[in-house]
């Protein structure tokens, strides 16, 4: 299952660091190449040569401990390893990864890589909810980084809380289901658009919408690690544009329409989750608009919906629309799946805590033509977009077989 994977496994201070030996072995086993840094503290719990033993390589501990010349030991690993895997995770790492810190060998690396990272944590119960510690695991979810969850048990603390790190068999899954993952879309071109679009009034007014663009990069990120090639049409956004992805930017719906048809033809799988304008400036003045009497009257016309344009068009893709909603959400996403000839809608309740615009979670309901499909619960957008893209890639051979193709 692992056999070709190159993989880091980072194993930090903590007692359950004996649990790294393990996992280290039954990665091996699995058929995995694994390379070992530990650090300082992970040393102190178990030693570096039980990791060498089993992983059979040289275990990494010092950054400055070059064993060749030819390369740079922590950009060498970074640049060849498929996934990063830290088990057990300390509070300290995932506070080190979440602000850029850089000052020992498993830190560096995991500055310098750019591959996919999961991360098992394994601490007392009240550092687990320490809201620095709550503060870093989102921001990094918020970058794409895995989790295994702790669970549940006997703390080496006394406490009987979570914190546990996860069983070695339990991150294996996780490893293999990574992988499993990371091939579905190997060879399908994904096209996303993401954020809020900007509809000018005059050289420095706009009218635009709450959109962040986090739903929809995180889509992009979503399918990106599933091996698709992705563009990602981005109106105003507040959010780091993904690496690996290519970004088109626009700021109006049509320049967002214009983009979006261009690509059309050459890709497999479209997700509209851009808030687009329903209405734009019947007219764009060219200088700044000046102040007259106590009421302005602006004049709007309708935009293009693009996703209609694009349902109309349809051949191979397979269409993916969005629905902000607050009311009649089933009613309304229906109508919208329907009219706009999609193979799937996703409606999210705006209003409702935890969901839609701006925030780093959603909760999501997905429809196809037979009616709701899935209800994803509250969830970070990062894990609703993985969510997303497994059922697309479920549903695409179907797609495919219905357009004859
Ligand atoms: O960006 P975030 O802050 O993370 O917020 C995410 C989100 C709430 C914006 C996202 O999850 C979402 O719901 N996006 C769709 C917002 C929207 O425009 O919904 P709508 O119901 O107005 O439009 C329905 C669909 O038609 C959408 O796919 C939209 O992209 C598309 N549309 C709408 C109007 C238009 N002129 N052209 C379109 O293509």
Redesign the pocket.
Known sequence: MLTGKSIILGITGGIAAYKGAALCSKLVQAGADVRVIMTDSAAKFITPLTLQTLSRHPVYTDTFDERDAAVVSHIDLADHADLIVIAPATANVIGKMANGLADDMLSTTLLAATCPILVAPAMNVHMYEHPAVVHNLELLASRGVMYVEPGTGQLACGYVAKGRLAEPEDIVAAVQAFFRRSKRLEGKRVLV???GTMERLDPVRYLTN???????FAIAEAARDMGAQVTLIAGRTAAAVPAGVRLISVES?EQMLNAALHEYDNTDIVV???????YRPAAVQQRKIKKTGEKLVLELER?????AALGERKQQQFLV?????TEQIEHYAMD?LRR?HCDLLVA?D?SAEGA???GDT?IMQVYSAEGLLESLPLMT?REAANRLMTIIADRLPLRRESAGL
């Open positions: 658009t993401a954020g709450d959109s962040s663009g986090k739903m929809g719906a509209k989750s851009a808030a687009v304008a329903d935009t293009t919906d693009i996703l629309g969005f629905a902000a909603e919208k706009k999210n705006v839609g615009f701006n959603n957008k």
